[in-house]
C-alpha cells in the first residue's frame, strides 16, 4: 500500500488544515484517520496542548514528594502502613526543605532591592499537614492501580504526566538487552563510535543521526516495500528524495506560509522549526495481532547480523506500550481526548489577590522582627516613607497594628515593618479536598487503535563511559525530542545497566502561558503574595518578570526503569559521575521515539539501508564493486551526522532563548 507523505506528496512542513488534507484525499484514506487528529509536539508554545498550567509551589513539593515515595521498594504496601506513613510524616515536617526549594523555583533572576523577592518561606512549610495527607490520599490511589498496571504516573498535573516503572520489563528481558549491548561493544571493539563533543564519553551503538534521510540525496521507494530479512537486497534502489530548499523567489501563497495548525490555539510556528536538509528514519511496527513485530529494519542495526536484539527491542516495545497509552493524549480540531488519570490541578485556581489583604500574610509582630538580621533596601524605606505620608494625609491612625504614623524620616520600629514587607511568608493556600483519580486510560491502546498500518518509532542505544580519567559526565540540556519533520510524540526510556555510577536524574518542565491576567488578577502593581506562591516573578513592576516555565521536577535514572512521557515536556539529564574514581563504570540505555501514528513520514520502510558496509558484505565475489546510487561512506554519513547536529543544536539554543525569554507581563486590570 502507497500513503502520502510531507516533503514528497506535499509540503514538508505542511498545515493540518491546509492543502486538501481531508476525507477525499488518497494519503487520509490510505491512513484510516481522521486529518485533524493529531498528539501535541511541545516544540513550540505556539502550538496547542503544549503548555502547562501554573503550579503552586505546594503542588510541585507535592509531586516531588510523591515521587521519592514511589521510589521505595514496596512502597505500594508500605503507604497503608500507618506507623510507616507517621514516620514519613515525622521526616516531611522536620528535615530541611532548602533543597526542594532550589528545585521548584530554579534560577530566578531578581535586581537588587528583591535580592531574595522569591524567597524560601521563613516559617511555613511547602509540605504542611494538609499537603501531606492530600498526597498519600493520592498514593494510596496510585497504588491500587500500580498494582494492576505496573504503572506509575508521576509528576502529573493538569492533563500532563510522566510514566515511570521499574516492573515492566521482566528479567528475561533484561538479559536479553544486556547481552544486546554486550555484544554491540564487543563488534565495535577497536571502531567505537564515540558521539562527537562528547570527549570520548558517550559510545553511540545504534543512533538516528547516523545514516539519516538527506534530502536530495537518499533513495527512497513509494512503497513501503523495505523490511528486515530484504532491506540489504534494495539497497540503490528507489528514486531521489526531492530537495526541501525553499526557493527565495517562490510566492508566498497561503499553502506556503508553512505554519503549523493545530487549530485549538491556533497557534503558528517559522519553517525553521523543520529541517530542510535531514530526518531521522523510524522502523515501521507492525501491531495488527496486537504483539510488534518490526517490520523495516531499524536505522544502524545490521537485520541480519543482530536477529535477537531485533527481537529484543520489539519485546521492549511491546512493554512500553501501556507506558504510551497512559501519557498520550489525542487531540482534533473539535475536541480534546480525555486523558488517563489527572485532568487537573489539586489547588483551586486563584482568581484575585491584592497585596494590602492582611489575611495573605503573616502578621507582623514588631518583637519577632527586631530579632531578625536584615537590612531593609533603601527603595522599600523610601516607599513606606510615602505611604506614611499618604496615610496621615487621608487619617490619623496607624493602619499597621504596633507601628505608628510617622514623618518622612522612618522610626526603627517603621524600619522593622519595611524587614516585614521585604521577608514575609505568605500564608500559601491549602489543597482542595482530595478526589479520586480513574488512571485507566479511557481509549484503546495504540496498538488497537492503529493496528491497520503500524507504528513509526525511531531507536537509539547508547552506552556513557567513564574511566578514573574521565569521571564525570556534564549532563545535557534543556530540548524537545527531534524537529517538526520527525513528529514525535513520545518517549520511552529504559535504563539497562547501571555499574559504578552515581545517581543520576531526568528533570522535567514545560511553558505556561504568557497571559496569566486572562486568569488571575490583582491590584495595581500588587501581586507579591502571588508570585510567592507560585514561585514565580509574574511582571516587571517589580524587577525582571520571570520566565514561562514550570518546573515539574526530576527522577531518577536508576537500572532498570523505564520513563515514558510526552513530547511536550522539556528534559534534561543531570550531570553524573563515578561512585569509585578508581574504577570505571557505565550507563546503557535504550531510547524509543514514537512518531505521532496519526501522520507518516518516511521510514526505513522507503528509504533502503544507505551503509556502504553493510552492501559490501553482501557483494558477491566478482560483481560490480562501485558503490550504488543511495550508498553513504562512513565519512560522509559522519559528515552528515556533524550537520545534522550543529544545525539541531542551532534549533535547541533557539528554542531555549525563546522559552527563557518569554516572560509574564501581569497586567492589572
Known sequence: MSFQYPG????????????????NNTHWQNIGRDSDRFHAIGVSTELAGCESPILQ???VAMMIFMNKITDKEGWEEKVFDDDIVAKWRQEAMTQSEEGLWKMICPGQRFEARHADKIHMPRVARLLSEETFNYGIAELRNKAAYFISSKLIPTLDAGHHTVVKSDNLVDDELHVMLAAAFDKLQRDALGKEDWHPGSDEMQQNLVHPSMYPLVWGRSKFLREEKVGV?????????GETTPSQAEDPEAPKTKARRHAYSNYIGSGSISSGYWSEKYQWLP???????GTPK???????????????IY???????DAVIPAWDQCLRGMSRYTVETPAGRTSTRFKQIGYADDDNESLWEPFDLDEWRDIQHEPSKDTLEELAEQFDLEDVRNDEAEWEGVRNGPRELTEDDKQLAKWLELRDPVYPEPAEFQTIDYEPQHASIRQRFAKHGLQIIVKMASAELTPEKPEFAGGNWHIEGQMNERICATALYYVDSENIEASTLSFRMPTSSYISDDMQAGQDSYHWL???????LGASRGLAGSCLQTYGEIETRQGRVLAFPNVFQHKVSPFKLKDNTKPGHRRFVALWLVDPHHRILSTANVPPQQSSWW??????????????????????????????KERTARTNEMEERWVRTQYDFCEH
Open 311 to 317: 527481537g529484543a527491542v520489539e519485546k521492549l516495545i
Open 616 to 645: 559490501k558484505q553482501e557483494a558477491k565475489e566478482g560483481e560490480e564493486t562501485s558503490l550504488p546510487d543511495g550508498c553513504m561512506t562512513l565519512d560522509e554519513a559522519k559528515e552528515h551526522r556533524l550537520a545534522l547536529m
Open 229 to 237: 530479512a530484504d532491506a540489504i537486497a534494495h539497497i540503490g534502489q
Open 294 to 308: 518490526i517490520a523495516s529494519y531499524i536505522n544502524g542495526l545490521h537485520p541480519q547480523q543482530h536477529p535477537e
Open 531 to 537: 508570585e510567592l506562591v507560585h514561585g514565580a516573578s
Open 8 to 23: 514528497v506528496d506535499y509540503d514538508l512542513r505542511y498545515r493540518v488544515d491546509e492543502l486538501g488534507v481531508g476525507r
Open 57 to 59: 509551589v505546594r503542588e
Open 283 to 289: 522502523s515501521l511496527v507492525d501491531v495488527k495481532n
